[in-house]
């Protein structure tokens, strides 16, 4: 039995990439569902949000997109920063949020990042070579040289103060005592290979703060860049976790 309202996936970018991450996962479920992801504000081709770049803020920024593309229901696609911004909104209840899938999320707790980290970040600012770099430290699968370039060009497109934002307070922000408000079917995707955010960050941060029964589905020899590195995993992902929700 169908739904009468289409499900439509909202994807949200990682930090310093764009909503073009997601066309490759966009393309395989074009059949069944339309995927849409919007550049973040201060990132890609966006402008800062209305609100500035705090988490709520940027939910406030997702919110109205979905309004605006009068989307029904939907599920929250949140990768790495991404899957911050999608827990706010997710507690917030939004009519249509049928549930939330996130791909190596920041947890809703502070992210885990020494302070020495943060400041390498800062300093790498729109910087070519560090760009590269980041670029080996987050993938681990090989990828065609096209989203190799692309995914460095994100990187040396994100503006000042959405980059400084997020590593100085955004990831910082605590909304753990919110998580009780999320009310609808979750579902968590890692790489085993990720050196951003590991298996065991998602396990004891993000996961205990989720509904019960909520996966932690793990993919080998993947690293942070989820949507890029695993398209088809993660499209698989979803079209499981949409048959979950259509009946929930």
């Known amino acids: 039995m169908s739904t009468a309202t289409p499900l439509t996936f909202i994807g949200l970018h990682y930090w310093a990439g764009s909503g073009r991450a997601f066309d490759a996962v966009a393309g395989l479920l074009s059949s069944d569902y339309p995927l849409l992801a919007p550049d973040l504000g201060g990132f890609g081709n966006a402008p800062a949000p209305p609100g500035g770049f705090t988490v709520d803020a940027y939910a406030d920024a997702v919110a109205a997109f979905i309004a605006e593309k009068k ?7 949140g990768h790495s920063m991404g899957g911050k911004i999608a827990l706010a909104l997710a507690a917030r209840q939004p009519a249509g949020l049928a549930g939330v899938a996130l791909l190596s999320p920041s947890p809703p707790t502070p992210e ?7 400041k390498a970040s800062q300093q790498a600012y729109g910087k070519p070579v560090e760009a590269e770099s980041t670029f080996r430290k987050i993938t681990a699968r090989p990828l065609a040289p096209k989203l190799h370039r692309q995914i460095v060009a ?10 400084d934002a997020w590593l100085l307070h955004g990831s910082r922000e605590n909304l753990s005592s ?7 079917p979750c579902t968590i995707l ?5 050196a951003i955010m590991s298996p065991s960050v998602h396990g004891l941060e993000t996961l205990p703060l989720l509904p019960d029964g909520t996966p932690l589905e793990i993919i080998g020899g993947a690293g942070h860049l989820l949507p890029y590195e695993a398209p088809e995993e993660v499209a698989a992902l979803l079209r499981r976790f949409a048959e979950r929700v259509k009946v929930a």
Do not use: F
């Open 71 to 77: 989307v029904g229901r939907y599920v929250l696609v």
């Open 112 to 118: 885990p990042m020494t302070e020495q980290d943060r």
């Open 154 to 163: 994100d990187n040396l497109r994100s503006t000042r103060a959405a980059w």
């Open 178 to 184: 919110r998580m009780c408000d999320v009310q609808v």
């Open 190 to 194: 890692a790489g085993d290979q990720d």
